[in-house]
């Protein structure tokens, strides 16, 4: 959806995110995400250079650079995060009505369950880790501005969209 999102708006920019993990193949630095070691993660932790950040499940930490942000919004350009329920609150209390939150929701934990285990790229103890998280996340759709059910992509791409216009056009 977002990539969607960022060819229908042109004043629409994708945060690259900061993570400690090792590159997938075929993943670069700086475009699809900023690959850096523990330390120097916790070095920009320290430092304040982060809006939020959070350290998953697998010992993964991923963060959105505070500096990314603020260089794309003094160019006027919108900013997309593809964020956690906790980065997200964590960007609402920073920029308050100036942010759009938006909870993509699924339809129920089973779908989730379903579409997790079609993907095939789950062990058994990540799938049930994941769906735990998912339960907890569900708690926090009532901080978010919109909640928009992914029951069927293309209802959910349009109610999407419809939000970030509105939000984007006031």
Do not use: C
Not at 44 to 62: D, P
């Amino acid at each position: 959806m977002a990539h969607r999102l960022l060819n229908d708006f042109k004043t629409l920019r994708f945060s690259v995110s900061a993570t400690t993990r090792k590159p997938r193949s075929g993943e670069k630095d700086g475009v699809d995400y900023y690959f850096l070691s523990d330390e120097a993660f916790r070095n920009k932790i320290e430092a304040g250079e982060f809006l939020e950040w959070e350290e998953f499940y697998n010992g993964h930490k991923y963060g959105t650079l505070r500096e990314d942000v603020e260089e794309q919004l003094n160019r006027g350009y919108s900013i997309l995060l593809d964020i956690d329920v906790l980065g997200a609150t964590n960007i609402k209390k920073i920029y308050g009505d100036e942010a759009l939150a938006i909870f993509i929701k699924p339809p129920s934990l089973d779908v989730l369950k379903q579409r997790l285990m079609k993907r095939g790229t789950e062990s058994e103890q990540m799938l049930k880790t994941r769906l735990e998280r998912a339960q907890k996340e569900l708690a926090y759709e009532e901080r978010f501005d919109r909640v928009v059910v992914n029951d069927d992509l293309e209802t959910a791409y349009r109610k999407i969209k419809q939000a970030v216009a509105g939000f984007m056009e006031a």
